[in-house]
């Protein structure tokens, strides 16, 4: 296992599709997250799953976003409707997380989405 | 609600001069912190982390960072900076609740030249 994986690595779309990103991470970690990445700004959360359990959504997560993590594997995120406001980097991370979970998260090189 | 300050939009250096670059954070309980570096198009990579412990905290690459508890400070540090040092530099805290999840900073460039 070689790390966190996201496909694709871009992604070009006409707005008003939809898009759905793909994260596989780290096998032996429960924990996984979605974070969105702006120019200039810092990863900004979006949500979290714990195993198959989607624990916490940021207000930042619209209606035309959804994510799942089936089985409590790999996770996928599906944007409707894109808008040009979406455009961003999409990051996925793991992490083992037990109890107070004081470790770090290891990224995933992410997927640059850019709607026209 | 937690939040991380990097005051320094951009940080200059010249390669073997030592580096700081500056992290405040706000969290209710116990602070974990943590430093990522980011390299053009690519993810973020873990440098190092204060959870508990000393204060000054090694990490990756040679890179430091010190935990300041009364200045709710985690500046991160090296001796002597190298030209492919230059990348984007994230500070990012969580609580020490078992819920909680990381909040960045909106980072900092740091420039190192020849």
């Known amino acids: 296992d070689t790390g966190v994986s996201q496909d694709p690595r871009h992604k070009i779309t006409k707005r008003g599709q939809n898009v759905t990103f793909r994260c596989d991470p780290i096998?032996?970690?429960?924990?996984l997250y979605w974070y969105r990445q702006t120019l200039g700004q810092g990863p900004e959360f979006l949500t979290y799953?714990?195993?198959?359990?989607?624990?916490?959504k940021s207000r930042l997560l619209s209606d035309r976003f959804s994510a799942e993590r089936p089985k409590g594997s790999f996770s996928t995120l599906e944007i409707q409707r894109t808008e040009q406001g979406d455009s961003a980097m999409y990051l996925c991370?793991?992490?083992?997380?037990?109890?107070?979970?004081?470790?770090?998260?290891?990224f995933g090189s992410g997927t640059r989405l850019t709607v026209v | 609600a937690q939040s991380v300050a990097q005051p320094e939009d951009q940080v200059n250096v010249a390669e073997g001069n030592p580096l700081t670059v500056k992290c405040t954070y706000s969290v209710s309980g116990n602070p974990y912190l943590f430093w990522y570096v980011q390299y053009p198009n690519r993810g973020l990579q873990f440098l190092l982390k204060y959870i508990t412990g000393d204060n000054l905290v090694k990490g990756s690459y040679g890179f430091e960072a010190e935990f300041n508890k009364s200045q709710t400070s985690f500046h991160l540090k090296k001796p002597s900076a190298l030209v492919s040092d230059s990348a984007l530099y994230f500070c990012a805290v969580r609580d020490e609740v078992g819920y909680s999840t990381l909040t960045f900073g909106k980072g900092t460039m740091l420039l190192v030249s020849p």
């Open positions: 799953f714990q195993n198959e359990a989607q624990l916490e």
């Open positions: 096998s032996e970690h429960n924990r």
């Open positions: 991370a793991s992490s083992l997380g037990t109890g107070g979970g004081n470790y770090g998260y290891t």
